[in-house]
């Protein structure tokens, strides 16, 4: 399909009459590829030829990051405009997709070169240059990024007893995750069906036990004992 000729043909006829009512402008020839913003390179569309304009320039002109990134946004529901079909096409979120992987890929992305540290005692984030890393390491910074700074204490799934989780660990050490042997509701039998029967669902339940929610391993274990004594 021609799909510059289809596009011509509407600016044309866009050209050539007056709009009574809503309309978006247009530049005609993007800015993105060169175009002005003066008069003679914008025309008055309605909601929808605006929205086929930016979804033709697409297939005009495949790789352009700026392009594809305008007909996304067109692609967002507004009160005042009657696109009919205002909805992301599967080929416009694989083309959004590939433009973001170019746009964000080597020296294109903004994390490129960058790297995380965390100082526990004034508790602050920070990227930095990668290059600045041992400067900042010899003034007691760490590598890594911290999310939560207030300490969140939890009982250990396998003896109980109470550690600060740093990260999504449910086992307050290495001894007690060997000794779980991949059952940890073993001898806690009552106290899932206790949280189930109060919560009303699996997923609760097991997190109420410090568990990671009722996922994979976790939900089958858990499912398999409630199952036996419904």
Known sequence: MNYKK??????????????DGYYEKHHIKPKCIGGSDK???????????????HQLLVKIYPLNTGLINAANMMCTASFKN?????????????????AQKIRQSGKSNSNYGKIWIFNKTIKINKKIEIEKLEFYVKEGWVKGRVINWQPRIVSCSCCNRLFEQKTKEIFCSIDCKKNSRGYSFQGREEELIMHYNNLGS?????KAMGFPGAVGAWYKQAKKIIDEVR
């Open 6 to 19: 289809h596009y011509d043909a509407l600016i044309d006829r866009a050209l050539n009459r007056k709009i």
């Open 39 to 53: 008069l003679s390179n914008i025309v008055k569309l309605t909601a929808r030829e605006h929205y086929i304009a």
């Open 82 to 98: 009657d696109r009919s079909q205002n909805k992301l096409y599967e080929w416009l979120r694989k083309k959004l997709s590939d």
């Open 202 to 206: 699996l997923n609760k339940a097991v």
